[in-house]
């Protein structure tokens, strides 16, 4: 496999120049420095470094070469290329600028072609490299970090450096580290399945400001994580930082809300910030698996204990109180003035023992634990630690730390950190790690893939005529199966009344006229019409209101009365394809944007999880004495509609809007087409 | 003024046993090593310590005193506050513990009543002691914290002494702090105003979990705010918070929505964490004012820049767009493929002259800039910091710095803290530090004060009757000037026909009775009566689903129609008193909690904000075609209702509900009053 040659190359060619202080002399400096050892220097002038051999040409060396260490200039990379393949070199690291971040794409191209005629894969060009520390390799300007669990993939070399330098101060460290830079080869689509078999890694951490291939992106992030968890920063979330984004890769970013649940369909974890990606990484890397959503705190102070558990609550975890059994040994084993609930409260008086014990005790009723340590000058809490470890050891469970504060605990955090507990500045930070990290067991074992892509046997085209109008788009949804009213299409008054009677009064009229599209604004719907003498009414104002426009007649309905409004969309996101919105109709969708946002296609339960994530869930399920809605039927209706996309390419967008919701069942009441 | 003595005593007498280890020794060491010369130990075996003095009798102490600091066991104390009465001292510290926290109130009144009678001011007991770095006064066990601008109020001993030890690693230095625990005396109440005149302290920081006087707090922190910045946590939020809470300190936690509202309508800041109050006040410490919501930031790399400008938006500043002018300044100045729009991208090629003049020309446009540097380990990131320092002196604006990471960025950080710019680990951090800091200018010059409580005259009783029934309490509402629909009360069919007729129909009928409150589920209230025959029907209705119960005849409404229904209550806080909510109607309100919150009296301003606050604000405000409602009346509405429970201080609790809400005014449907 191409890509672990990338990262344990059996030897390693650095293009550059060896002069003092240039990108190629600092890269095998750091190469040097870093421990790898099988390196040559290439370069016109045969320059080594650091006591590393210098050729004016690969043909002169004689060790194999697996990768290429690039940081010539940019005009030079595609002969060293067509070198590097010449050699049976088949992974490079192209540092070198001056692409398309400058607009420069023909030479990108150039380079790609070359890389595909010799099986060459490539990282960058404009990146800031790679790491391994498992073969001591730090093909990178960068700070070379310390070894550890935590892979990071970042489309920024800039914040990707800055990670590799705080990642010690973070407690957290890199098995493996990417900087794709214009990504013209290889990116998160082939490095996450890599790292999902790689034995190094335990979580991977993505920054990204754009995708290439959304349907390919949801892909492999819903598979790989169903091995291992994935955190993603996804920047550009507001205007301006979408502005930023655009102005700084020159690709355009998808809208927020998309990624947003794109992340929420995969079982990968959003976080808004470095420091909550380290703290999340660091607890994936140490801890065993948080199995459940119940969690105890133990403290020696009250103050962090119920900052902590305010957290916990706002985050869903439960603070779950202790069974009377617990609370028989705490207020024996406690001194009097503890806290025997949770969070259980040691005071000034908890020592090892103590910490020890009671930990071993409570996490024997919840699945994870937060130790709080708040230090005093005049204490020993490396003793604390050291209980605390015991009953990590003990349980098997995992514990998180946040031992207080300064340098007063500076001994306690590294005993912590070398018997890989993590500790956390303040308890609220190592709260959320928990509730993240239950949350990705709960995905994991729960959830279901997406919906295969329907078969392409289902495509037939909507219709050969040119306008698409209400009562075609009717007959269409029908054949596909909607809940669609009974209704009646008449061009003439005659055809009209006998519909009336047929439906039965009291009935709905409206106007049908390729030019009306937003019919109610425009008078073309006529509702409660009770009997002949009205329908005849009605017939002739719609005709009125169509004068000097195309009029197609009137389309008839039954009155429907006491029902909840949904609408239900679908659009096609530029980087993600189809998109389903299922919201509460009316003007209530825009002012409460009371909506809710999936990926097509949608898995029934991902439709139900759809449906309970809306304001007005309570309300269309029944609450305070309302008439609980056929909430299947919803679920039903938008699973099959979010096939719609796949089974008609030729839709660009669809609003059903309003579907009348009851305890009856769904019906659709007005349908908007819009082909492509 | 006493508490001055408390913080700038001329001597300090140390009282407990002066043993290795015991914690009068621990006390005169911490005095001592932090510097502060006048100190005396008193024990029964005049011991001293650490070349003090030790006498057994303050009597025979020939200097000045003015403040006790007591560790001494608990059932001491009393007879040394006596002895320090009588030798003039007037102010303690107790750090001894034993009082009301483990139920022992009686020991802690007998020493407020001694107190009192010497005029001693008290801190604790139960406390962590105080601190007053302008004197070098360490009267605590907790590490010593550098001097600084930010003094810290903690109702928590522990975590008081975390933030202590935390403070200069977090880059503030500390003015005074002050842990009061069981607070039978000093508490915020009266350090507050004393901070406030500080010429040591620019910005207060307070932990607390629950207050002791709801009112008091609430004039003490709109006062205080008007001279400083004022940063709160108050825990117990969420309800395992709480429990912990109460478990804690044995105190009553107000409602958490009251709490926040109390400081929403002062010009406090609520932050929930230990990190965001430090974040905070390092800001306030050192930076200038930030006078308005327009931001830039300035980086050397993109993908920090877009994370800031993310966290801007969605912190309500202002990522704001260069002028043509500021434009064209930065083409011309600045390298090809620098970024020239907010987030501004000097690349990694900014140099100290970059940031320098970048700066300078952004912040003629902006009120406030965030500087980041992504640091490499081969560039000189102190150079950056240089010119950061000089922009900052030339525009005399606040600039946040955010120099990332790790130990590459060190000696750059010690600069930008010696030059007063803080710097903060993430941007994300930095922007919302310049958000708070916005926002407290802005209500600082825009709030007004609370509404003085109404005076005693306008009190007067709401009737003598027992049953307070609808047609008085219409009546009661109408003579305090409140919108109430034209309505006839009558108690027998031939006046209420009467009563329709001059009312007009269509008009609404409601049952009256003392014994049926929820008429509306009784099937008590019958609407849209439009005749003689209907009305007389209704009226039999009435009295029938009455049998067996108190019939006191039936109330005539005007049928009112189309109309957005609102609701307004007012409720009493055990902590805060009257508080006042106001919500959109009907089941939405349970369920969308669209509700708004404030502690009355409320200002005519602060009644405008409510409504603003409100989900369905763009609804009643006519968006989507909606008829505008006359949101003036409702503003008066709110404000004249937050006097009734001062004028009336026999009400318990008022639900005005619905109230009608149209483009014609607001008419009360429905009052519910319950009485003490």
Same mark, same amino acid.
């Given at each position: 496999?191409?890509?672990?040659k990338?990262?344990?190359p059996r030897g390693v060619a650095? @293009?550059?120049?060896?002069?003092?202080?240039?990108?190629?002399?600092?890269?095998?400096?750091?190469?040097?420095?870093?421990?790898?050892?099988s390196v040559v220097?290439i370069?016109?002038?045969?320059?080594?470094? @650091?006591?590393?051999?210098?050729?004016?040409?690969l043909?002169?060396v004689?060790q194999v070469l697996d990768l290429a260490?690039?940081?010539?200039?940019?005009?030079?990379?595609?002969?060293?290329?067509?070198?590097c393949? #010449?050699a049976g070199i088949s992974?490079?690291?192209?540092?070198?600028?001056?692409?398309?971040?400058?607009?420069?794409?023909?030479?990108?191209?150039?380079?790609?072609?070359?890389?595909?005629?010799?099986?060459?894969?490539?990282?960058?060009?404009?990146?800031?490299?790679?790491?391994?520390?498992?073969?001591?390799?730090?093909?990178?300007?960068?700070?070379?970090?310390?070894?550890?669990?935590?892979?990071?993939?970042?489309?920024?070399?800039?914040?990707?450096?800055?990670?590799?330098?705080?990642?010690?101060?973070?407690?957290?460290?890199?098995? *493996?580290?990417?900087?794709?830079?214009?990504?013209?080869?290889?990116?998160?689509?082939?490095?996450?399945?890599? =790292?999902?078999?790689?034995?190094?890694?335990?979580?991977?951490?993505?920054?990204?400001?754009?995708?290439?291939?959304?349907?390919? =992106?949801?892909?492999?992030?819903?598979?790989? +994580?169903?091995?291992?968890?994935?955190?993603?920063? *996804?920047?550009?979330?507001?205007?301006?930082?979408?502005?930023?984004?655009?102005?700084?890769?020159?690709?355009?970013?998808?809208?927020?809300?998309?990624?947003?649940?794109?992340?929420?369909?995969?079982?990968?974890?959003?976080?808004?910030?470095?420091?909550?990606? @380290?703290?999340?990484?660091?607890?994936?890397?140490?801890?065993?698996?948080?199995?459940?959503?119940?969690?105890?705190?133990?403290?020696?102070?009250?103050?962090?204990?119920?900052?902590?558990?305010?957290?916990?609550?706002?985050?869903?975890?439960?603070?779950?109180?202790?069974?009377?059994?617990?609370?028989?040994?705490?207020?024996?084993?406690?001194?009097?003035?503890?806290?025997?609930?949770?969070?259980?409260?040691?005071?000034?008086?908890?020592?090892?023992?103590?910490?020890?014990?009671?930990?071993?005790?409570?996490?024997?009723?919840?699945?994870?634990?937060?130790?709080?340590?708040?230090? +005093?000058?005049?204490?020993?809490?490396?003793?604390?630690?050291?209980?605390?470890?015991?009953?990590?050891?003990?349980?098997?469970?995992?514990?998180?730390?946040?031992?207080?504060?300064?340098? /007063?605990?500076?001994?306690?955090?590294?005993?912590?950190?070398? *018997?890989?507990?993590?500790?956390?500045?303040?308890?609220?930070?190592?709260?959320?790690?928990?509730?993240?990290?239950?949350?990705?067991?709960?995905?994991?074992?729960?959830?279901?893939?997406?919906?295969?892509?329907?078969?392409?046997?289902?495509?037939?085209? $909507?219709?050969?005529?040119?306008?698409?109008?209400?009562?075609?788009?009717?007959?269409?949804?029908?054949?596909?199966?909607?809940?669609?009213?009974?209704?009646?299409?008449?061009?003439?008054?005659?055809?009209?009344?006998?519909?009336?009677?047929?439906?039965?009064?009291?009935?709905?009229?409206?106007?049908?006229?390729?030019?009306?599209?937003?019919?109610?604004?425009?008078?073309?719907?006529?509702?409660? /019409?009770?009997?002949?003498?009205?329908?005849?009414?009605? =017939?002739?104002?719609?005709?009125?209101?169509?004068?000097?426009?195309?009029?197609?007649?009137?389309?008839?309905?039954?009155?429907?009365?006491?029902?909840?409004? $949904?609408?239900?969309?679908?659009?096609?996101?530029?980087?993600?394809?189809?998109?389903?919105?299922?919201?509460?109709?009316?003007?209530? +969708?825009? $002012?409460?944007?009371?909506?809710?946002?999936?990926?097509?296609?949608?898995?029934?339960?991902?439709?139900?999880?759809?449906?309970?994530?809306?304001?007005?869930?309570?309300?269309?399920?029944?609450?305070?004495?309302?008439?609980?809605?056929?909430?299947?039927?919803?679920?039903?209706?938008?699973?099959?509609?979010?096939?719609?996309?796949?089974?008609?390419?030729?839709?660009?967008?669809?609003?059903?809007?309003?579907? =009348?919701?009851?305890?009856?069942?769904?019906?659709? #009441?007005?349908?908007?087409?819009?082909? *492509?």
């Amino acid at each position: 496999m191409t890509i672990s040659k990338l990262f344990y190359p059996r030897g390693v060619a650095v @293009f550059g120049s060896m002069a003092d202080g240039k990108l190629g002399f600092e890269l095998v400096r750091q190469i040097v420095d870093g421990g790898y050892g099988s390196v040559v220097a290439i370069n016109p002038k045969s320059q080594g470094a @650091f006591n590393i051999p210098g050729y004016d040409s690969l043909s002169k060396v004689n060790q194999v070469l697996d990768l290429a260490v690039i940081a010539s200039p940019a005009n030079t990379v595609a002969s060293i290329l067509n070198e590097c393949g #010449a050699a049976g070199i088949s992974a490079a690291v192209l540092i070198t600028s001056g692409f398309s971040e400058i607009g420069n794409r023909a030479g990108e191209e150039e380079l790609l072609v070359i890389a595909k005629r010799y099986g060459i894969r490539l990282i960058g060009p404009n990146c800031a490299g790679i790491v391994n520390t498992a073969c001591d390799l730090f093909a990178t300007l960068e700070t070379r970090p310390p070894a550890g669990k935590m892979a990071f993939i970042s489309q920024s070399g800039a914040l990707g450096g800055a990670v590799l330098s705080w990642a010690e101060d973070q407690g957290v460290g890199i098995s *493996k580290f990417v900087s794709y830079g214009n990504r013209i080869d290889l990116d998160e689509l082939e490095l996450l399945p890599y =790292f999902a078999q790689d034995p190094e890694t335990k979580v991977v951490a993505l920054y990204i400001e754009s995708v290439k291939n959304g349907r390919e =992106f949801i892909r492999v992030i819903n598979e790989f +994580t169903k091995v291992k968890p994935l955190v993603i920063i *996804k920047s550009g979330r507001t205007s301006s930082g979408m502005r930023a984004t655009l102005s700084h890769t020159g690709s355009l970013a998808g809208l927020d809300a998309v990624y947003d649940s794109v992340i929420k369909q995969s079982g990968a974890i959003r976080v808004e910030t470095v420091e909550d990606m @380290f703290d999340l990484c660091k607890g994936f890397s140490q801890l065993p698996a948080v199995k459940g959503k119940k969690i105890a705190i133990v403290t020696n102070s009250g103050g962090p204990g119920i900052l902590a558990a305010d957290r916990a609550e706002s985050v869903n975890l439960q603070v779950s109180e202790p069974s009377q059994k617990l609370l028989d040994y705490l207020s024996g084993a406690l001194p009097p003035n503890c806290g025997l609930h949770n969070p259980y409260d040691l005071t000034v008086q908890g020592t090892e023992e103590g910490y020890k014990n009671v930990l071993i005790e409570v996490l024997k009723e919840v699945d994870g634990a937060l130790a709080i340590n708040v230090a +005093t000058p005049y204490l020993d809490s490396v003793s604390l630690a050291r209980g605390i470890y015991a009953a990590s050891q003990e349980t098997g469970k995992p514990i998180a730390t946040n031992f207080m504060a300064g340098s /007063i605990v500076t001994e306690s955090i590294k005993y912590l950190s070398s *018997k890989n507990l993590p500790n956390y500045q303040i308890g609220e930070r190592a709260i959320s790690v928990l509730a993240n990290m239950a949350e990705y067991e709960t995905k994991r074992q729960g959830r279901l893939p997406l919906v295969q892509e329907p078969v392409a046997e289902l495509t037939f085209s $909507i219709n050969s005529t040119v306008d698409f109008l209400e009562p075609d788009a009717m007959r269409w949804l029908k054949l596909n199966n909607f809940p669609v009213p009974e209704f009646n299409y008449s061009q003439n008054i005659e055809d009209a009344l006998d519909g009336c009677e047929k439906i039965g009064y009291p009935v709905v009229m409206k106007v049908v006229s390729p030019e009306i599209i937003h019919k109610s604004e425009y008078g073309g719907v006529i509702v409660g /019409i009770k009997d002949k003498p009205q329908a005849l009414e009605a =017939f002739n104002r719609l005709k009125q209101i169509s004068e000097g426009k195309s009029f197609k007649g009137v389309i008839i309905y039954p009155f429907i009365n006491k029902s909840m409004e $949904i609408l239900v969309g679908m659009s096609r996101d530029p980087q993600f394809g189809p998109v389903i919105v299922v919201g509460t109709g009316g003007i209530y +969708t825009e $002012i409460l944007h009371d909506i809710s946002l999936r990926v097509a296609p949608i898995h029934p339960d991902e439709a139900w999880k759809m449906i309970t994530e809306l304001k007005s869930f309570p309300i269309l399920n029944g609450a305070r004495g309302q008439e609980k809605c056929d909430l299947l039927a919803l679920s039903n209706l938008i699973v099959n509609f979010s096939l719609l996309p796949f089974r008609y390419p030729e839709i660009e967008e669809i609003d059903l809007n309003p579907v =009348f919701l009851s305890s009856k069942g769904a019906l659709i #009441a007005d349908v908007r087409v819009i082909r *492509k």
